[in-house]
């Protein structure tokens, strides 16, 4: 198994910036594909970015693409979420996630963090 979690959410005012981070442990990480995704109170979990094992392949959201990065250094055993130019409809909870190939379907993640909470202000 392994165990993710997650960090760096906050409160950011429209057009601002966060990094958030998810920090691995137990089995390789670098064995797993990771993905973000984020949920608001009442929704479904969707899809927000995913990475290959490598970092060499990755695979975005429309909503999020050109302003988001995700980005993974598994020395550190660490999955990474740039979020640029934000707005109000980026508030959510948002969770990184492990599994066998970076795909936007929920179902392929077998491991889950417990996320982190980003706010937009405007």
């Known amino acids: 198994q392994v165990q993710l979690v997650e960090s760096g959410g906050g409160l950011v005012q429209a057009g601002g910036s966060l990094r958030l981070s998810c920090a691995a442990s137990g089995r390789t990480f670098s064995a797993y594909a990771m993905g973000w995704f984020r949920r608001a109170p009442g929704k479904e979990r969707e899809f927000v970015a995913a990475i290959n094992w490598s970092g060499g392949s990755t695979v975005y959201a429309d909503s999020v693409k050109g302003r988001f990065t995700i980005s993974r250094n598994n020395a550190r055993n660490t999955l990474y979420l740039q979020m640029n130019g934000l707005k109000s409809e980026d508030a959510d909870l948002y969770y990184c996630?492990?599994?066998?190939?970076?795909?936007?379907?929920?179902?392929?993640?077998?491991?889950w963090g417990q996320g982190t909470q980003v706010t937009v202000s405007s």
């Open positions: 996630a492990a599994g066998s190939f970076a795909s936007t379907n929920i179902s392929n993640y077998d491991y």
